[in-house]
């Protein structure tokens, strides 16, 4: 499977609460987190972003508290993949619960700029930049799987059902 994409480029450190700052969180229009995920870096960000793009950021990509809103934010403005060097531990795991495709790779903060296409090879766990080709080791099957149906909860729905795995 292949991805391909426009890039919006991050630093080091984004934490949750820059994602999505929690006074967005008291609302119960859901709707409200895309129109403000990452306004803390970029104010214009949402009005901005296609879906499609992917966001490459460089080291502790989600940082901070474990708000699951975090990855839901990026997801529903439309984000197809982040890819960092390193993310934080919890919003890795809540990235491939909630069906958003993290990967982690190696010097890929220095390979893109801002705009620039980039293509993911998921069978073959390389991407192609302008600048190159970087290798980073594929996700495990297991998460794949969760990946491919849509987040972890579809995923427990369909083993239930006895077609996945």
């Known amino acids: 499977m292949i991805i391909s994409g426009r890039v919006w480029k991050f630093g080091d450190?984004?934490?949750?609460?820059?994602?999505?700052?929690?006074?967005?969180?008291?609302s119960v229009d859901k709707s409200i987190w895309p129109k403000?995920?990452?306004?803390?870096?970029?104010?214009t960000f949402s009005?901005?972003?296609?879906?499609g793009d992917i966001?490459?950021?460089?080291?502790n990509f989600g940082c901070g508290s474990s708000r699951e809103q975090a990855v839901l934010a990026i997801k529903w403005a439309g984000i197809s993949a982040i890819v960092a060097e390193s993310f934080a531990r919890i919003f890795f795991r809540n990235g491939i619960?909630?069906?958003?495709?993290?990967?982690?790779?190696?010097g890929i903060s220095n390979a893109v700029?801002?705009?620039?296409?980039?293509?993911i090879n998921l069978n073959e766990g390389i991407i192609k930049?302008?600048?190159?080709?970087l290798k980073y080791k594929p996700l495990p099957q297991f998460l794949q799987e969760i990946l491919n149906s849509g987040g972890l909860?579809?995923?427990?729905?369909?083993?239930?059902k006895g077609s996945a795995p």
């Open 55 to 59: 966001i490459v950021a460089g080291k």
């Open 129 to 133: 930049t302008k600048r190159g080709i």
């Open 113 to 119: 700029d801002n705009g620039d296409v980039i293509e």
């Open 36 to 43: 403000h995920v990452l306004e803390g870096i970029d104010p």
């Open 47 to 51: 009005s901005k972003v296609k879906s």
């Open 97 to 106: 619960n909630n069906g958003l495709l993290l990967i982690e790779c190696k």
């Open 13 to 26: 450190d984004i934490d949750t609460d820059v994602i999505i700052p929690a006074k967005y969180l008291r």
């Open 153 to 160: 909860v579809e995923y427990y729905k369909k083993k239930i």
